[in-house]
């Protein structure tokens, strides 16, 4: 019997003729993809504001999507090699640091989007 069959609340979905992937995995793979694209257009973008007034936030934003890439990837190999009981523990410690620090950063560059943007109205004000 396969490890799939002991969890008792996961759903799972018919891929292949091999075997079973779980929703999760499929979830995961999709985050991925657009994650993926997010950074691809996050460092386009940049580029745009390369010299100008949002470019210290964009500089703190966009590196922090290859965190979630970082993350997205992690939980993909978990998905595909399975986790062992004893490092499961291991495995949430290491998602919820990935995710605190992809918060942190998001909540810096939202805090430098403000400054930019508040330094801006009080020119024209």
Same mark, same amino acid.
């Given at each position: 019997? /396969?490890?799939?069959?002991?969890?008792?609340?996961? +759903?799972?979905?018919?891929? /292949?003729? $091999?075997?079973?992937? #779980? !929703?999760?995995?499929? *979830?995961?793979?999709? =985050?991925? $993809?657009? #994650? *993926?694209?997010?950074?691809?257009?996050? %460092?386009?973008? &940049?580029?745009? %504001?390369?010299?100008?007034? &949002?470019?210290?936030?964009?500089? !703190? =934003?966009?590196?922090? /999507?290859? +965190?979630?890439?970082? $993350?997205?990837?992690? @939980?993909?190999? &978990?998905?595909?090699?399975? +986790?062992?009981?004893?490092?499961?523990?291991? #495995?949430?410690?290491? @998602?919820?640091? *990935?995710?605190?620090?992809? !918060?942190?950063?998001?909540? *810096? #560059?939202?805090?430098? %989007? %403000?400054?930019?943007? $508040?330094?801006?109205?009080?020119?024209?004000?």
């Amino acid at each position: 019997m /396969t490890d799939y069959f002991r969890r008792p609340l996961l +759903i799972m979905v018919h891929l /292949t003729e $091999a075997g079973y992937y #779980s !929703v999760d995995l499929v *979830l995961h793979l999709i =985050l991925l $993809a657009f #994650s *993926l694209g997010l950074s691809y257009y996050g %460092f386009r973008l &940049l580029k745009i %504001f390369r010299g100008g007034l &949002l470019e210290s936030p964009f500089k !703190v =934003l966009v590196p922090s /999507t290859l +965190i979630f890439v970082v $993350a997205e990837s992690f @939980n993909i190999l &978990l998905d595909i090699w399975g +986790i062992p009981e004893r490092a499961l523990l291991a #495995s949430h410690i290491i @998602n919820n640091i *990935l995710e605190i620090f992809l !918060v942190g950063f998001i909540f *810096l #560059s939202f805090f430098l %989007f %403000f400054k930019a943007w $508040a330094k801006m109205a009080r020119k024209q004000s």
